[in-house]
């Protein structure tokens, strides 16, 4: 038999660390005894349960305010594409390049909102007052765009093969969007697969080697400072592995595009959540140096597998767990009420997804279900903080609780926004995320 609704929010009441507030403040001060919740490990997943939402972004912000204090924060990887974030760690490590134009050139409009930029100028500022060897880098490790690797492999070869002139044209033609509305340009997909075995060869990068990075204790050893990591793209003289790590985002991009037009989307998103973690991971073994925070959705962070209607394919933090270990913290997020963005359905939208029209709007979430997570939290009197589920006790009633089915508040991208239980998707708590953030209310971000 279940504990009582009361019972379990007295036991919460214990066990949650709570957050001062979540405005981005000065002093890194903001939680009591985090370091326990965290522990010792490479990389703690940040999730989220929405994309665009205010609190969230706030919430994370402060996190890595702490985790750069308090935990030697030495990377913060995106969910945005790995060649394109190449300016934007440049930006908050060196200081150099125009944040609008770095963010426009990613192209994801979850970070092209005034809360994101406060938190890019903090990290900048706050590499500033660092020395070089105490600063926090950025990378990306999504696989959605090939128009970033496309043109900086294009500027490489006119520089380095400058006869190919028929290559040069092919990537000319590829650093445009490779998805128009929803939709993959299959023109543009033949035309980079068709181009892959020749640029294999001109870069001079044996394709079985793609997936690693061995990197010689010479350069970059175990335990070095955070300013003596190189970033791939961070140099004007790129060698065989920025070579490497461009060529391999190029070949993502095109895998997962071929996967997302003929594949079921089981079996494309789970090989996007694959390479993901097959980018995190490329970091780790390039600069071996931790600890990292990867900033990304809650379906990509928890561990197991993907959510949704039967999906058999094993997430980005399913595959972070089994390189690490216990070494990876997934850190979900949930809230009780307010509004969220999101792709709803509209004769007068601008994305087409399997025949439905749909535009971004904001919605109003409708109340929470009972029994779910959310419906939970909202008996709690603490409007914003972190439930560590590793610390609770075997065999304990809040233990159980956290073990069951319990309904998750959850919007990806598209939500019917008539429907209550379209805002949620139902998973085992503990045994997909090692602790949850949360807040009481939250709010859209604001878009630049």
């Known amino acids: 038999m279940e504990p009582q609704t009361d019972e379990l929010v007295d036991i919460l009441q214990t066990k949650i660390c709570p957050l001062d507030r979540l405005e981005p403040a000065v002093d890194a001060h903001i939680f009591d005894g985090l370091e326990q919740t965290f522990g010792v490990v490479s990389v703690v997943g940040l999730g989220e349960c929405t994309h665009r939402t205010r609190e969230f972004v706030q919430f994370k912000h402060r996190l890595v305010q702490h985790l750069a204090a308090k935990q030697g924060l030495v990377w913060l990887g995106l969910e945005a594409p790995p060649v394109e974030t190449g300016a934007l760690h440049r930006y908050v490590v060196s200081g150099t390049g125009d944040l609008e134009e770095i963010l426009a050139d990613i192209g994801y409009t979850i970070y092209q909102t005034e809360e994101m930029v406060c938190f890019l100028d903090w990290m900048r500022s706050y590499n500033e007052c660092q020395p070089r060897n105490e600063r926090i880098g950025i990378f990306g490790f999504d696989v959605q765009s090939i128009a970033g690797p496309a043109r900086w492999l294009l500027d490489w070869v006119e520089h380095h093969a400058p006869n190919q002139e028929s290559v040069s044209a092919s990537l000319s033609a590829l650093t445009g969007d490779l998805y128009e509305g929803g939709n993959i340009n299959l ?163 601008d994305v087409e997804i399997e025949g439905e029209t749909l535009k971004m709007d904001t919605v109003e979430v409708p109340h929470t279900i009972d029994g779910s997570i959310p419906d939970l939290l909202d008996g709690v009197d603490i409007p914003h903080g972190i439930l560590n589920l590793r610390a609770l006790p075997e065999s304990s009633p809040i233990r159980e609780w956290f073990s069951g089915f319990r309904l998750h508040h959850y919007v990806a991208g598209q939500v019917d926004p008539d429907d209550q239980r379209a805002f949620y998707r139902e998973f085992r708590t503990a045994d997909v995320f090692d602790g949850l953030g949360f807040v009481a209310e939250v709010t859209p971000t604001t878009p630049r």
């Open 187 to 349: 023109e543009q997909l033949d035309r980079a697969e068709n181009l892959l075995p020749e640029l294999r060869d001109i870069v001079d990068i044996p394709r079985e080697g793609n997936a690693t990075c061995d990197v010689s204790d010479s350069i970059i050893t175990n335990n070095t400072p955070q300013g003596n990591i190189r970033h791939p793209l961070a140099t004007d003289t790129p060698d065989e592995l920025t070579r490497q790590y461009v060529l391999r985002a190029f070949e993502q991009a095109v895998e997962f595009a071929r996967a997302y037009h003929e594949a079921d989307e089981s079996v494309s998103y789970g090989l996007r959540d694959e390479f993901m973690a097959e980018n995190i991971g490329w970091m780790l073994d390039y600069s071996k140096s931790s600890p990292m925070a990867v900033w990304a959705h809650d379906n990509h962070v928890k561990t197991g597998r993907l959510s949704g209607d039967g999906y058999p394919s094993e997430t980005m933090g399913e595959h972070l767990r089994a390189r690490l270990g216990n070494q990876y913290y997934a850190l979900g997020f949930q809230f009780v009420t307010g509004d969220v963005r999101g792709y709803v359905p509209a004769a007068d939208g």
